[in-house]
């Protein structure tokens, strides 16, 4: 069986449904967006990371027309929207606060949009039903906000975007009201409403695993700038900085000093009388120069004895211990004061602790277990 994987990122026949180039915003003397320059793809479910101020909110409002670039060009579907005021563009943008409106049934709150741009009646009835039920809530048709719950409220405030068949979607925190678990449910739902109409859907989120789960591809933004942009797993696995390892998910920095040993091999010296460590990489490093190896406390196993054969190993001592339930996190101390934290899954219900505070333990990872970073 082929997998038809979505990917028109790396089609260069593929025209780009979004295009920003190199637009910048600048608010009197301060920078919010720096001379960014990114392609967007129909059908994408494209995520903004990063911490608060870092520019994404202003992304989204120079895509929807609430504001213009100082500098540079937005193109959406090839036309330049410099002079597309936000009414005339096929840009809906869902804020946080849903603002659906108190007075009016879930019904009439799909179908304002709807009657303000003058549809004719029985189109309007067709296309409300078709978003209820989209969004599953045909039966809540006549109840009103206040009478249904909050995951409820918020699908109602997504069919009302949808309504007029946006091409493209800005959400920012669209699920930051609902609890951790209504969130997760309401993320399959998002995609899976988003597989169903085809829109193109730009989210900002705080939550990086939300955008992990929800996002064809994500970008971690910075002061204005866009470092990286991959697919989840490429972001997790192959961040391209110090930066954005540490930013998506937990990471072990290792600072030390590079030695080529092979094609794409390199020991990095990280301390005074220890083995270095042994990892594979495409970074290209000069001899001696300073690198980080960044490694996920889940690769790093954690055991009683020196693993024979490993390729890193290391011995350390455990200083604290973090149990969530279904994982146990080790912080362990290495030689020379380095702090390291591994993860362990705790598989069986009632398993005797098997390590304890002051442990002697061996730390292993594997030859590619770790990334190796320049900056
Ligand atoms: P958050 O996650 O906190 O919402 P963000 O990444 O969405 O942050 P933006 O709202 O895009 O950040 O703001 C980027 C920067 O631009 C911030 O430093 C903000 O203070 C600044 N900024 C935004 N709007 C204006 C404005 N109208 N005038 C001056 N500065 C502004």
Redesign the pocket.
């Known amino acids: 069986m082929t997998v038809d994987v979505f990917a028109p990122w790396e089609d260069p026949t593929e025209k780009p449904l979004i295009q920003f180039k190199g637009v910048t915003?600048r608010?009197?003397s301060?920078t919010?967006?720096d001379n960014l320059t990114q392609d967007i793809y129909t059908r994408e479910f494209f995520a903004?990371l990063?911490?608060?101020?870092?520019?994404?909110?202003?992304?989204?409002?120079m895509l929807a027309g609430f504001?213009t670039p100082t500098e540079g060009q937005i193109l959406i579907a090839g036309q330049d929207m410099a002079a597309v005021p936000p009414n005339e563009r096929a840009v809906n943008m869902m804020f946080q606060s849903y603002a659906l409106f108190p007075h009016l049934s879930i019904w009439d709150n799909i179908a304002f949009g709807l009657r303000r741009m003058k549809m004719p009646k029985a189109q309007i009835e067709e296309r409300v039903e078709e978003m209820l039920r989209l969004t599953r809530m045909t039966q809540f048709a006549r109840r009103k906000p206040h009478q249904v719950s909050g995951g409820q409220r918020q699908r109602v405030a997504l069919a009302r975007s949808l309504a007029r068949a946006p091409k493209l979607l800005l959400l920012?925190?669209p699920l930051g009201a609902l609890d951790k678990k209504l969130r997760e449910e309401t993320q399959f739902e998002l995609m899976d409403i988003q597989e169903k109409t085809g829109t193109t859907f730009v989210i900002?989120t705080?939550d990086q695993e939300e955008a992990m789960t929800v996002a064809s591809r994500v970008a971690v933004?910075d002061h204005?700038k866009i470092i990286q942009v991959a697919t989840p797993p490429k972001i997790y696995e192959e961040p391209n900085s110090v930066y954005v390892a540490d930013f998506i998910g937990d990471v072990n920095i290792i600072e030390g000093a590079a030695h080529k040993t092979s094609e794409d091999g390199y020991d990095i010296h990280w301390a005074e009388g220890q083995e270095p460590i042994h990892a594979k990489t495409t970074t290209v490093l000069s001899e001696g120069q300073k690198a980080f190896v960044a490694l996920r406390p889940e690769k790093i196993s954690i055991g009683e004895e020196k693993p024979e054969g490993a390729v890193n190993a290391v011995k350390g001592k455990i200083i604290d211990i973090g149990y969530l339930g279904n994982i146990s996190t080790y912080h362990v101390e290495l030689p020379g004061g380095v702090m390291v934290k591994a993860q362990a899954t705790n598989t069986r219900r009632l398993s005797r602790r098997n390590f304890t505070w002051e442990d002697e333990v061996w730390l292993s990872w594997t030859l590619t277990a770790a990334s190796v970073l320049e900056r």
């Open positions: 915003k608010y009197g301060f919010a967006i903004l990063g911490p608060s101020g870092c520019g994404k909110t202003t992304m989204m409002r504001e920012d925190e900002v705080h933004m204005g």
